[in-house]
């Protein structure tokens, strides 16, 4: 049962058989009022001048993009709590649009039960998922499974070096040792990291926390 207070509820969606089904489930809902959208801008006109307690939201819409889209209405309302319902199940798109500001996402095959229940957790604070959503959340992303490579202390330096800018003669003078033990260094870092060039080296030690 959701909670008792009167609620705006907008269905941002351009499909009008989910728009139709949505109202169907929502209708033994009697404190929710559900109004619906077919574009992004419609829906953006609206909001600033009008409450809306709840959003569910279509990533593709005719006009936007859902993503940018919950950024914005977040910019405008923040207290109005979007929940992404979509067919997409990528999860680098649940991602993006949790950092936006999403409070939840739910693929379109959600039933009504479930759907009741997402709407009442983002209601109360919480991130909701629909099961499948949540299932995908949890499955290990490629960059999660890759492990961190393990460098050796003689190798960090000569990382750091890199990222500093700094010339193989330079980082060979420096650490007493031949340019082409750096290279030898060099190539070696470019492998374990499966980095493309120094650029993508340097971005990845990074995000490996290892600069």
């Known amino acids: ?77 923040p207290t109005t709590v979007v929940i992404a319902l979509s067919n997409q199940s990528e999860r680098s798109i649940i991602m993006q649009m949790l950092q936006n500001g999403a409070a939840g996402y739910m693929l379109k095959n959600t039933d009504a039960h479930e759907l009741l229940n997402c709407i009442n957790e983002a209601l109360e604070g919480k991130l909701a998922f629909s099961r499948e959503a949540r299932e995908i959340m949890m499955r290990p992303s490629f960059n999660d499974l890759k492990a961190i490579p393990s460098v050796t202390k003689r190798e960090k330096q000569i990382l750091q070096k890199i990222a500093n800018g700094d010339t ?24 374990k990291f499966e980095a493309k060039n120094v650029a993508e080296l340097i971005k990845m030690a990074i995000e490996h926390k290892l600069l």
């Open 1 to 77: 049962m959701l909670q008792s207070d009167q609620l705006i509820l907008a269905i941002v969606d351009d499909h009008p058989m989910v728009i139709e089904g949505l109202k169907m489930f929502l209708k033994s809902e009697s404190n929710i009022t559900a109004i619906s959208f077919n574009t992004g801008n419609h829906f953006i006109s609206f909001l600033q001048d009008n409450k809306v307690d709840v959003v569910l939201l279509d990533i593709m819409l005719p006009d936007s993009n859902g993503i940018e889209l919950c950024k914005e209405i977040k910019k405008i309302a």
């Open 168 to 191: 193989t003669a330079a980082i060979a003078e420096e650490l007493f040792v031949s340019p082409l033990t750096v290279e030898t260094h060099r190539r070696n870092l470019l492998q």
